[in-house]
């Protein structure tokens, strides 16, 4: 097809911005040139999209990795400010002393309400807040402790809704 719009002068320079007489116009794009520069223009859009996406992910990492260090650092400063464990038999007094009974009433053999929920007290508080035999204690150990069976322990630890957790021993 030629163009006929527009004329040529005589150095043959176009007028107009339109193409000289006589001259071809451009070829249209053929429809697999058309697919390919789409192919390329959404391979270079989605090269575009992964950069982002590492750079955010990246801006992540390094924000939890901050956020990691920070909870560490709070960790090891509680650890070093944790206070030193009591003896179980100075935790049993306490604990009588709040209910109003003493240690040998609540290592005695009685089974009255007021010894019986202040040795379940005692028990709970022993638990939390005592090492027995240099580890943390086990149910054996805290029978041995009160003088009582390991079951008794268990049955005092149900009554105070506290959650029992077998691998207790460290």
Known sequence: MFAVCGRATERGIRERNQPL???RAPAKESKRDRLIAASI???RQRAEKLRADLARKEKIR?????EKAR???KLEAIKAAKPERRHHQEIISMVGAW???SYEEIM???RTNRITAARH???????ENCRLEGRRPNWCSMGRAFKRDHTVILYAMRRRSIALDKGRGE
Not at 62 to 66: D, L, R
Not at 121 to 127: E, R, S
């Open 21 to 23: 007489f006589f001259e």
């Open 41 to 43: 223009r959404w391979q």
């Open 62 to 66: 390094a924000a939890v990795a901050a």
């Open 71 to 73: 909870w560490d650092a």
């Open 99 to 101: 209910h109003g009974v």
């Open 108 to 110: 005695s053999p009685s």
């Open 121 to 127: 007290d005692a028990i709970v508080a022993v638990w």
